[in-house]
């Protein structure tokens, strides 16, 4: 009942995120692969799972396919619009995220996340967005997806170029104890990566069918730890397959 | 859930419990359902400690207060607190007081997971010196003047379940307000459990035809309880009027041990549940404290063509 | 035009109250007196006044003469209605009150309120109230005017038995400036007394017809400072009894 | 009061300006016509440092920003305000970056006149290596594991104006928005004056029938401006939808200085105001935009009987 052969990228990234939302009931996502992760989640591993947008939006129920959080169809029939003031202290800061997905130019062995700049702040190369409310997900969920379409040594470094959102081990070494664990999975076209929490490293924990160990270490900035079995990753079922491309997006508005 | 099954599941012996509703949707039934059932040892919680705050003291439920304001409104006093409060009769109550800014803070604080709240008022007060809770700090920036500032704060607090009553909610909790929205949703994100009590339990076509209504999400609450005009003698925007006769009668029942046993007798331990507390003050009563039509003009959320 | 002799001591403080409000923009006002003084206000020296209610009401237009802060009647057809977190932070400590009328059970020489408390704290003779906003109110009001109904050495103590609400020479013995100038009139059944802010002693600058400047110095707990000169306050005239009597309070509920 | 007299009276060289809506009613109007003004050295406080901002930067108004998010939504890049960072092309922009929740607890810390306010994030990030703003302070409460506790804060911002878009008022400002309302509230409430920007002014009976959608008080506003479709390319929740499109092209226009000058020279200096603006994209264009009907359903706030 495997169907990987007919699996693109962005499919396969958004059914291996949707299994490791099992039982959650609350994440914070942004639109796009989380979004898709999240919304398949709900119709298998997680079916009281509540997104909820940075926006403000919890319990949304759209007409269309989002194209960002804020997106009117996102408002229109929701459950509650919050003020940003609630959303980001009482939901988030208040405890109530249990899955924060972040996205980042660069993430580090500790999942440390920089989405500010490429070369130095003050004169950067490439100037990126910022923390947006990235520093408060990685700060305030119980734990941090992050997913990553390229696996690549660019992107996971030994040293970021600046740490916009830091990890547990960051913030103790700062002298205050995060509420979260920090990013506990990253799921990259590669495989997948995985800790625990404060005091350790991101270890591969599984690849994707056909890719082999040394390929995924050579992919990565650092000298990455491997589990003491290595997984392959079960491909997406034809029934994830499915529901992803006739409920979640049929309009394959994300599913390039 | 039934009021019944929800205070027997989310109120325990020395549990910390805040009520709130300013004025407006006081969950009194809730209050009452705590005495039938006989829970001792409470930290009550509640801004402004009024009538059902003096009907859990004289329930022997509460041996602490933490509270801003122990009056029963503009109507008079609270008999029962001030007996605790004054004589230790029959015991003493432990009393933690605040400012109601002080309060609110206490429950922005909690429900932000903050450490502290800083606010802008305390300093000369005699309040510091009777409660240690209220602390100071140095701000890291500069003040007007240029010299270090002080300001002070006050501590979180998480209540272990609060208690609120609201006009309406969805099955899964999705709570709606209007009117007087006071500080109920800071203390249900405050607080680890939240119970919700409503006039009605809605569709959810009602609730999602108005998203911006929905002042708590279900996210933060644990139980729903339908119990109409649970509220009274406070009121419930567009459902009920304020008993102001009873806020009134009050002072004079709670004055009097004798005659506030007769009452608790009569009407809280007396009646099985809110519905017969309802059915015995008869729809006359109620006539008298109905309220007409004011509808509000409906907005456009729009749909995409 | 005056209408001494038939005026009612309610009626007086709040037509004299009133007249202070001239030019005033917002109100944080009680019910009773201080709801009579201000609606006359907007009848008369303030056509642009608003009165802020405790309970979160901006802009009432109640159908009937509300009994309570929180009188479902204050809240139907108002302008705005705040959650009491905007209220108390954003309205009153943000610094939008001008006026702030208070009671209290006991007022010293320099305007300090104690409505918590007749004898020790701990184990009290009477427990009144308390704060509830009264320390906001003063704090961050502009200024704060207290209506008192029966001036008595009882109420004007040369010592507070605990102070609530302090004016800002206690604050700054505190270390902390507060925004306002404490009280500024205090509006009794003798007379008015007076200060302008921090460093003052309230002082007798009026009397009511009638009443001698000894009088008041004698129902006044310690040495009462009087103006240079003290006038005479001018009785409600009969056009400010007329709005009083038919407008503002037509069913005669406050003005006993 | 019109757009230009609004701007004229409340927006001065050297000024903080700050322009809140997040996604949704972001006041591009009143952005357009400060560029028309010829304002300078502008510092600009907004938390989405989106198109409305880059059109500032090209508009050669500001010469400080402080935001916590530099991009075009999800839609690519800002050419204008990367060319000034990267490149200090054509002059440095001096820029003061913040998280989205430090931004907010600024404009909190702004609205309730406090010296700072705490929050839970910052702890081990490089931003307070490059921002002195954000600093810690050490709770006087022993935290959870009895130690004392430290927290990062944030100082508050006062804006000399804070400009927002909303759906409608009332003659006198009293403003109400639906939909996302994000942090247009507290941003108002921080600043020492406040224009609001509406689709339309309304009747004191609409906003009065639902005091509950009034999030700004006329108290706090010191102009309202009528200005249908002043949030394009945003969207107003029930008037129209979020032109996507120009999202995208956005990134293209503003990385070409070039075609960035043509389009402002066409779109912004080429219009005498927003009304022209709207006319030149024509009907049918808005039509592309505009949404169906999805109402409220009425609560009934009710009348004493």
């Excluded at chain 1, 082999?212 to 990753?233: C, I, N």
């Excluded at chain 2, 809770?133 to 500069?142: D, E, N, Q």
Aim: charged share 20%.
């Amino acid at each position: 009942m495997t169907a990987t052969t007919t699996a693109t990228s962005s499919e396969l990234l958004s059914v291996v995120a949707s299994r490791e939302l099992a039982g959650k009931r609350t994440v914070f996502a942004g639109i796009g692969l989380p979004t898709l992760a999240a919304s398949l989640a709900h119709l298998t591993v997680a079916p009281t799972l509540e997104i909820v947008y940075e926006s403000g939006v919890c319990g949304a129920h759209p007409s269309h396919l989002p194209e960002t959080i804020a997106d009117a169809v996102l408002i229109t029939g929701a459950e509650a619009v919050l003020s940003m003031a609630t959303l980001f202290g009482s939901v988030l800061q208040g405890g109530h995220i249990d899955v924060g997905f972040l996205g980042a130019a660069q993430i580090d062995r500790h999942g440390n996340l920089n989405s500010s700049v490429i070369g130095d702040w003050d004169r950067p190369t490439v100037r990126l967005p910022g923390s947006g409310g990235a520093m408060e997900v990685m700060a305030n969920s119980s734990e941090v997806f992050v997913v990553m379409r390229r696996h690549d040594p660019r992107s996971f470094m030994a040293e970021l170029d600046f740490c916009t959102s830091p990890g547990p081990d960051r913030a103790l070494a700062d002298g205050i104890t995060p509420r979260g664990a920090g990013v506990t999975r990253v799921i990259t076209d590669l495989g997948i990566l995985a800790r625990a929490g404060a005091g350790e490293e991101l270890q591969l924990v599984a690849v994707h069918p056909g890719v082999t160990v040394d390929q995924v270490r050579a992919a990565t900035g650092w000298d990455l730890r491997t589990a003491d079995e290595v997984g392959t990753v079960e491909p997406p079922t034809a029934a994830e397959l499915g529901l992803l491309r006739e409920d979640v997006d049929p309009g394959r508005v994300y599913l390039r | 859930m039934t009021m019944k099954d929800a205070i027997a599941s989310f109120v325990h012996d020395g549990d910390t419990v805040s009520l709130e509703g300013f004025t407006h949707l006081i969950p009194t039934a809730a209050g009452h359902e705590i005495i039938r059932q006989g829970r001792r040892n409470l930290t009550v919680v509640r801004m402004t400690a009024d009538i059902v705050v003096d009907q859990l003291l004289a329930g022997g439920c509460v041996t602490k207060l933490v509270s801003s304001f122990v009056g029963n409104s503009s109507a008079g006093s609270l008999g029962e607190l001030r007996r605790r409060i004054e004589h230790a009769d029959p015991e003493p109550l432990a009393f933690e007081e605040y400012s109601h800014y002080g309060m609110i803070c206490r429950y922005l604080a909690g429900a932000q997971r903050l450490p502290f709240h800083p606010l802008r008022s305390y300093a000369g007060s005699d309040l510091p010196s009777v409660n240690p809770g209220i602390r100071k700090v140095t701000s890291p920036y500069p003040g007007a003047d240029g010299e270090p500032e002080q300001i002070y704060v006050v501590p979180p607090v998480n209540p272990d379940v609060t208690i609120i009553h609201a006009q309406r909610a969805d099955r899964s909790g999705n709570t709606q307000v209007w009117g007087l929205t006071g500080v109920q949703a800071e203390a249900v994100y405050a607080a680890k459990k939240a119970v919700v009590v409503v006039e009605e339990i809605v569709e959810d076509e009602v609730v999602r035809s108005d998203p911006n209504r929905t002042v708590i999400p279900s996210h933060a609450v644990h139980a729903v309880v339908a119990c109409p005009r649970g509220a009274h003698p406070s009121f419930a925007q567009g459902y009920y009027d304020r008993d102001n006769a009873f806020y009134r009668a009050w002072s004079h029942i709670s004055k009097d041990p004798a005659r506030l046993r007769e009452w608790m007798a009569e009407w809280v331990y007396g009646t099985r549940d809110h519905a017969e507390y309802v059915a015995k003050q008869g729809e006359e009563f109620w006539a008298g404290l109905a309220v007409g039509e004011a509808m509000s003009l409906p907005v456009n959320y729009g749909r995409r063509l």
